[in-house]
């Protein structure tokens, strides 16, 4: 068990930086995709400014506890899609049979799956996210240290979250349109204030779509630190991540009994 | 020895039916009907340590099916698969390690990176150490001539040099077994022979166990010892390639075109098709010399364009499938 | 008898048709109520502190208004992608001898696809502001013929700026950054989540001269509140604009061809 999440993570790292290493053959791409996603990020400090022009506090969220949320949302999000590139291809892949080239080669499936490529825009998040964050928290490291370590359960949340979506094509076909509705409700709820929240919506981003658990609670914790909401979180991420996993290979049983193949002709 | 040992191997797939028209896809997404297809239907057969053996039959016969179960992607409805003293649907991880696998329309290589990349990459997930990947390209290279391809990114790349990496990073990890899903497909005939006769110095050099699957009547002739021919899922034949040529590819098709009216009347020559000064015939290599034939039908008058084909494989298919019905006339080799 | 029943077939082939595309349909009306439904909790959760109006607008005007923002950007055509992709791998050759003006052969095909997607967009968008705020209040039918030219104009401002764009793809091979940053513009400065009315006066002043408030806000602000002066001026600025970026995408367009005839494509 433990040498196999080793050998993972070594795929991981190696996967890092070998597309690290190609996005770089193509420089000026690069820059043009960062630069246009922090651009395009930032455009709403433009509405969260107006907005706050307006009124004094929203939800009980100030300008300041807005933007921590959007730091968080938009770095989580870039470090998994650019650890995990190909989280939002799963759908794509086993639909064009791209999936047998993993089944033979003697990875972790879904490891080498999700973790082959990279989407080049996300660096523009993750930089977008982590000098968001210096500019309005300032360079205070216990934050930082907090900030990092919530990218890191936010990204998995993110990350869990699409491969349960997209392996949902094992299940009932196709399913690139739902995988892309979920995405966007995880990505749309963890930027507001989590008080314009009230029934179901506020139960949705607990449970099905756990949007609390991507910044939510880690801004809440950052502002009034609190070992409770730290642990609750924890046994989220595993719980979600757990289960992703499960999904997934429950999924590849269908994959490999290989009904699902005949059901496109 | 025997590498590969298949038994009684079954794969049936559920498809969903619709009927027609709006009212059916409505129908289709609230109350599917299934109905099931018998893709492998009951086969068995081996295959020795060092052969190159062709899987042979047209669009849909259960070739692909079979190869996927082969390497473990598909799992049998019933039967026994034995390859390598492993069970590909159970140990497919320790199975990948000792097989190679070029599925012709699907690529295992970085579309936007030259080969080189991808062969090192490949080389870190086969968990290969680093001085023998370098000794393995620095071979393969040789034996693929792909040299001057290594720096260049896939995607520039024409489909026969693309072909031929593909095959080289498949047999990185020096597989005992390499499982070739229809390697010239859609390939022309300079580039064909060229893959050809790769596979052939890949068998005598490396000593590798080849299984291919094609759907072309050229691939067997040239290639393999033996052949197994399927179509519906069943296995049609399983013979030598020199007894199948003898008793069912013995046809040519020639096409010739005159610079005039000729009237052909050669014994053993049956006329296809005659239009204008065009004319396709066919003859049958087991009872007359093409060399003969050709001179004769050369002689008819001034010949302006002549092409010799083997025919399709679906006629051959029938061929076969006529031939044991009446059963008896075979003649048996005589070795 | 006969005449009626050949449409109806035609009607019915078509559905059968579209079936395969009722996913794609579904996902992006889904997305659409999704989007209105947050902002109509962020915008509940301001009015409960600010009280009736703000800047003018109530509660349901602002969620209209939202709606019909978000309409006009729904219903877009792929313009931009389209013509870049005929100009970088040279189909537009083949477009130069046809006895037609690229330009205008570019729109009538953009007006049939916005068409269709305006018009189921707009059922869904009615049925949106019903459920989620009641009608639109002093809405006055009459207006409505006012409202929907002010619409249509700036579904062609947004096609001729989009079209100007996607030309630069004559001298540039990446040329994407313009379409996102543009986008942008129209998303901040073209009041697109949030009217013009609530900037600092100096911004309000300068966005209402620009061509973005004329896509978006223009006329979202006459069908929330609508009065004759208001009509009469936007219209104007439409259509100055409208014949700026028409003769900025000819002449674009003029040398963009002519350069290619240069450079042998």
Redesign the interface.
Known sequence: MLTEAKKNIK?IG?YFK?NLY?SM?YR??FI?QV??MI??NG?FI??WW??F???E???GYGFKDVMMLWAISSTAFGLSHVIFGNVRRITEIIMT??L??Y?????DVLV?LISSRTIISAWGDMFYGIILFIGVNGLNISDFMLFLLFNCTAALFFTSILVIANSLTFFIG?A???A??IS??MI??SI??E????GI?KLVIYSVVPAAFVSLIPVRIINNFSIKWLLILFVFVILWSVFAYWFFYRGLKKY????L???K? | MNIINVKNLKKNFKVKTKKAGLKGSIQSIFNPTYREVKAVNDISFEVEKGEILAFIGPNGAGKSTTIKMLTGILHPTSGDIDVIGLIPAKNRKELSYKIGTVFGQKSQLWFHLPPLDSFHLLGKIYELSDSYVEKRIAYLTELFEIKELLEIPIRKLSLGQRIRCEIAASLLHNPEIIFLDEPTIGLDVVVKQKIRDLIKKLNKEEKSTIFLTSHDAGDIEQLCKRAIIINHGEIVLNETVKNLKYNYMNKKVIDIKYNEAVNINIPDVTILKSKGYAVKVEIDSSVCDIDEIITELIKLGKVADITISDPPLEEIISNIYQQKSIGGDRVEEDS | MKKIAKYLHVMKVSASNNLVYVSNFIARNFFFMFIIYIMLMLWTNIYSQKGSTIAGFSLNQIIWYLIVTELVTLSRSNVFTEVSRDVKNGNIAYMLNKPYNYIFYSLSNSLGEIGVKLFTNVIIGVAIGFLYVGPLINFDFRHLPFILLSLLLGIIINFFIHISLSLTAFWLEENSPFFWIYQKLVFTLGGMLIPIDMFPNWLEKIAKNLPFAYVTYGPARLAVKFSYSDFVSTVLFQLGYLLLFLIISLLIFRKGVRALNVNGG
């Open positions: 795929l190696m070998f190609s053959e000026a791409s043009i630069l246009g651009i395009n455009s433009f509405f107006i907005l022009e307006n009124v506090s929203i939800g049979g791209e047998d080239s089944l033979l080669q003697p990875k080498n196709n690139e349109g739902i892309g509705l966007e409700f749309t709820f507001y204030p008080g314009i929240y009230k919506a490999e009994s290989g009904n193949i005949v059901n002709l």
